[in-house]
């Protein structure tokens, strides 16, 4: 799966940013349900459910990415994008969403609510469901399995849990070569990619070739040469370019677990392994290749919520 390099709404056409049409309602219609009462949770489900995309062939929609969009400023036409909001609907979600922040019981901005991708349960890989309870004396939260035919439970607090995510990343951050870089299979270029090719030839090979002609040529064939990257080998890429830029973690990363995490996985024995965005788990040591499944990343979305 291809990380996206631009907002939700937003496309390259002939290498100049522009309003992806489609991706603009979807923004529009985030922005009313959300100021209609709806919760990050409930606009997500209806987006999964309802097959609308995020990535070309990935639906995946969660309460991190839906975050993402109701704060992002470039929304209101900064930085070189157009403008998808206005400034009254934009400042309309900045106060309703922090007053829904200040109307919690619980402290809404611990780590724990931060988590924004789904946690799967080792038996039958479906999301499993945060629970505390204080008057567990031992450990307060429990994670529950959403599948009525499983219900596994799972004892684990958010400290832990947290902490056992940070170490594994940190492992990652400490050697990003342990992400591997699938091998690019010996290929032509795509026809677009060629027939570029022999465009931009034929202008270098004028006299007097129009320049912007020519650049807007190559900035074409980069976004075709772009699109032409196998998903595997660019996603894993991306993923080891991202931890080789990270500092040590000292703390857990919410911003980088959203980026570069798929899923959290429990096992059997309580611990837990991360599901990168490339198929490959970080886990206990031995544990550290390809997943044999996505059935446990496919399956729900995080939920971190008391119940």
Avoid at 236 to 246: C, D, G, I, P, T
Wanted: charge should be neutral; charged fraction near 30%.
């Amino acid at each position: 799966m291809k990380l996206r390099t631009l907002p939700y709404g937003y496309q390259f056409t002939d290498g100049v940013i522009t309003v992806h049409p489609r991706e603009r309602d979807t923004v529009t219609e985030i922005s009313k349900a959300y100021l209609d009462g709806k919760s990050l949770l409930q606009i997500a489900e209806r987006l999964n459910a309802d097959g609308v995309e995020y990535l070309p062939g990935v639906t995946g929609w969660n309460k991190a990415r839906l975050k993402r969009i109701i704060e992002d400023e470039r929304y209101l036409g900064r930085e070189s994008y157009p403008a998808i909001l206005d400034q009254e609907i934009f400042d309309a979600l900045q106060r309703l969403k922090t007053e829904r922040n200040t109307q919690k019981n619980c402290d809404r901005g611990t780590d724990i609510f931060q988590l924004g991708v789904p946690v799967n349960c080792p038996a039958c890989g479906h999301s499993m469901r945060r629970h505390s309870d204080s008057r567990l004396k031992s450990v307060e939260q429990r994670w529950t399995c959403q599948n009525p035919e499983c219900k596994k439970r799972i004892a684990k607090s958010d400290e832990e849990l947290l902490r056992e995510i940070t170490k594994l990343l940190n492992r990652a951050i400490s050697a990003p070569e342990m992400i591997r870089i699938p091998e690019a299979a010996d290929r032509e270029p795509c026809a677009e990619v060629r027939k570029l090719d022999n465009e931009i030839g034929r202008m270098l090979e004028g006299y007097n070739a129009d320049k912007d002609a020519l650049q807007k040529a190559m900035l074409r064939r980069i976004s075709a040469a772009y699109r032409d990257i196998p998903n595997e080998i660019y996603t894993a890429k991306r993923l080891r370019a991202v931890f080789a830029s990270a500092e040590p973690l000292s703390s857990f990363p919410a911003d980088l677990v959203n980026r570069a995490v798929k899923a959290i996985r429990f096992h059997e024995d309580g611990t837990i392994g991360v599901l990168l965005t490339n198929d490959q788990e970080i886990g206990k040591e031995g544990q550290n290749g390809n997943s044999d499944s996505d059935t446990a990343a496919k399956n729900g979305t995080a939920n971190p919520s008391d119940g």
